[in-house]
């Protein structure tokens, strides 16, 4: 098993919380990570990029190649196309539809979505607006891990359990808004690639 993903999007969205949810959940089940520092500037506002490369064997280095890319995980879909020359002619983009508009030049909304129909492998959905109808407006990024657990190799189970890991220091309430979070993203994603 191997899975080399790019995480994208912008500071403060939560790149990093779902890197560390698929880290711990890829550990817990017996799979070696290595993880890129974040590039960009992580402060909000600036785009972020990771690479995440999963292995059940040996990972020589934590950069993922042109073209290689497995998944590309964004929460932003300018993002997301952003870096599609590190995507496998095989791999699968999940993305967030909704913008968040961060320079003068942001290009319209549906010249984004075309782009984004136009990609044999995609997941592409509103997290936003399924946190706000799930009640948990700040856990959009889990709900985007959600739509992506299907294409990581890593059992659903393992990712909430990484859930709870990572956010059981924050109180119960918070571990159930996010696990309910990552169930909408996981419902999503299944009914779109049925």
Do not use: C
Request: a negative charge; hydrophobic letters at 50%; proline letters at 4%.
């Amino acid at each position: 098993m191997k899975k080399d993903i790019i995480l994208s999007g912008v500071g403060g969205q939560g790149i990093l919380s779902i890197a560390t949810v698929i880290g711990k959940a890829a550990l817990d089940a017996g799979l070696s990570i290595k993880q890129a520092e974040v590039h960009g500037m992580s402060q909000r506002g600036g785009d972020v990029q990771s690479n995440l490369r999963i292995a059940s064997g040996e990972i020589a280095s934590d950069l993922i190649a042109r073209g290689v890319a497995d998944i590309i995980i964004s929460l932003e879909p300018l993002e997301a196309l952003r870096y599609l020359p590190w995507l496998s002619k095989e791999g699968w983009v999940i993305t967030n539809t909704a913008p968040l508009i961060n320079i003068p030049n942001y290009p319209e909304a549906e010249a984004l979505r075309r782009e984004l129909d136009a990609l044999p492998h995609v997941v592409a959905l509103d997290v936003d607006a399924i946190a706000k109808s799930a009640a948990s407006p700040r856990a959009a990024n889990i709900i985007l891990l959600g739509a992506a657990a299907p294409f990581l190799g890593i059992d659903a189970e393992k990712l909430e359990a990484g859930i709870r890991a990572i956010f059981a220091r924050k109180g119960q309430e918070i571990v159930e808004m996010n696990l309910a979070a990552f169930r909408a993203g996981y419902q999503y994603a299944q009914k779109q690639t049925e």
